[in-house]
């Protein structure tokens, strides 16, 4: 005779209740892990101690140094336009935008940072957004790489071939640009770079659209960013996060809006801002910033004074001989200039006493200069608030509690880069 | 509320600890006289005035001077969009001040920092080890005196042992604001 049983199916929460319980009776113990320094899921030399209970991590001490080349040294030693090619090698996956982040912050310390000719200040938006895609597409497609979407990461290295030809038509060089220079640029833009920036957007909005396709809506992303690390707005304020880390959180607050530098007060662009603080918020606004900084190029191509070939001869540089180089033909034939051309080469820009900091809104978050200076060619002290670093600061707070697999996603999510934390 | 007014405020709440704010390039800095004092100014201006945002703290080192060090907190409030820049002066015997942590947490790196190049201590800060360079290393390098060449050591391996490319040049120049002769060791005497 058969007999009817009931059979208790209790839902998944209580399920792992029950297993947590259950492993709480099992004596065991941890287990300390070195993840890297040469580690593929760390973009670089991250080395992080992880403390393990089973698979979940109970501790996280990440150590960071292991690209340290003393640059803040090495600045006290040489004028300030010898250190533009210093920036390159920062965050070097967006060189243009550290050049244009230093040269803001001498500029600031000589007072003529309002006074830049306008052509110079779009052209320098323009490298600056570039650099911001570049930066933006190389960290979500080694995210999606980490996480297992290897097709993401073919995608967006073609896309961003296109911005190093961009910027080796501008520059000269495709990895370091060393494209500013104190008071203005090293040279204009060649005559075809805006048709080359069109044609790259309208390829870049189609490749962006794909990879969105991919990700985006993917169940299998989606559960595995969705809700992991969250950072509160609170949290993520007390540990100084900046840029898409900070936004990600929900914190309404983007440095080309809040003190805005350059042309951007003349430029429309959103904000996009988290709702969670997971991983997939960091995402989501990542993607967006892509976009906005593309509606940025845009309104830069149609506005920028002098228009693609410059026929109107707009200056690109401060027309002021102490600050700026003068033209080879003006040296080879005026005395006065051939006196600025090597008093400028030899002693630097002369910059005032005094010490300012200014912050600039890079891809990975706030770059900072602080500049104390007692007068002459050289900073007497040059500190580099590196964005990447202090976001990182937050891992040893965030790991814990997640699972080994978890954490190349975490890494990828903070998207940081270990040229510019190490410095 | 502006910077200035910011700046008053603590100057109204700490009396002749705070000096006159300045403004240099439509920034504002105030110094403390006393370093010692640094955790309640900062306390005072995260809770009292809204500071919730501790951009970087740095540290120079005014070599020859006295007081030697000097550590400099840029304080941001998002909410009012203001900056304010507080300085403090540390004397080369004491080379120690106490921990902003609490105010903030992020000063646990920028500390850690400090220490490892400057060797300013913090007092209060529970993981005070070096970050950049590793444990052991016998200097801290970004003293004014420690040469951009590097110094032999006793701990072969660990420290520099070998004279570093860059020395004697071709960039390296000395910071003042000398004749070129002064600031550039390898720049040729002119003939008397």
Known sequence: MATVQDIEIRDSAARTAAAVEELQDIPGEKMVLNMGPSHPATHGVLRIVLELDGEVITKADPDVGYLHRG????????????????????????????????????????????????????????????????????????????????????????????????????????????????????????PTWCDQIRQFLKEFAVALAEAETLLTRNRIWVDRLRDLAVVSKE?????????????????????????????????????????????YDRYLVRMEEMRQSMRILEQ??????????????????????????????????????LIHQFMLVTEGVNCPPGEIYFGHENPKGELGFYINSKGGGTPYRLKIRAPSFINLSILGELIPGAMISDVPVILGSLDFVMGESDR | MSALESANKIKAKFGDLISEPTEFRGEITIKLADAEQIFEVCNFAKRQLG?????????????????????????????????????????????????????????????????????????GHPDLRRILMWEGYPYFQLRKDFPLAGKPTDLPGVAFTQPAPLEGGPFVTIPSSGDAIGREPRVRTPEE
């Open chain 1, 300 to 337: 830069c191509l149609n506005k920028i004074p002098g228009g693609a070939d410059n026929k109107t001869k707009e200056p690109v540089n401060v027309a002021d001989g102490k600050i700026t180089m003068p033209s080879k033909q003006k040296v080879m034939s005026s005395m006065e200039e």
């Open chain 1, 235 to 279: 949290m993520a304020i007390d540990y100084g996060l900046s840029g898409p880390n900070l936004r990600g959180s929900g914190v309404d607050f983007d440095l080309r809006k809040a003190q805005p530098y350059l042309c951007y007060k003349d430029l429309e662009f959103d904000i996009p801002i988290g709702a969670v603080g997971d991983c």
């Open chain 2, 51 to 123: 500071f919730d945002y501790l951009v970087d703290i740095s540290s120079v080192d005014n070599y020859g001077e006295d007081p030697r060090w000097t550590v400099i907190y840029e304080l941001r409030s998002l909410a009012n969009n203001v900056e304010l820049r507080l300085k403090t002066d540390v004397s080369e015997e004491k080379s120690e001040l106490p921990s902003v942590l609490g105010v903030w947490r992020t000063a646990n790196w920028h500390e850690r920092e400090i220490y490892d190049m400057m060797g300013i201590r913090f007092s």
């Open chain 1, 71 to 190: 640059d803040e040294k090495i600045a006290e030693n040489m004028t300030y336009t010898q250190f533009i090619p210093y920036t390159d090698r920062l965050d070097y996956l967006a060189p243009l935008a550290n050049n244009v982040a230093y040269a803001l912050a001498v500029e600031k310390l000589l007072g003529i940072h309002d006074k830049l000719p306008p052509r110079c200040q779009y052209i320098r938006v323009m490298c600056a957004e570039l650099a911001r895609i570049s930066a933006h597409l190389l960290g979500l497609g080694a995210f999606a790489m980490d996480t297992g979407a290897v097709t993401v990461f073919l995608l967006t290295f073609t896309e961003r071939e296109k911005i190093y030809n961009l910027a080796e038509a501008a520059s000269g060089a495709r990895l370091t640009t060393s494209y500013t220079r104190i008071g203005g640029l090293m040279r204009d833009i060649p």
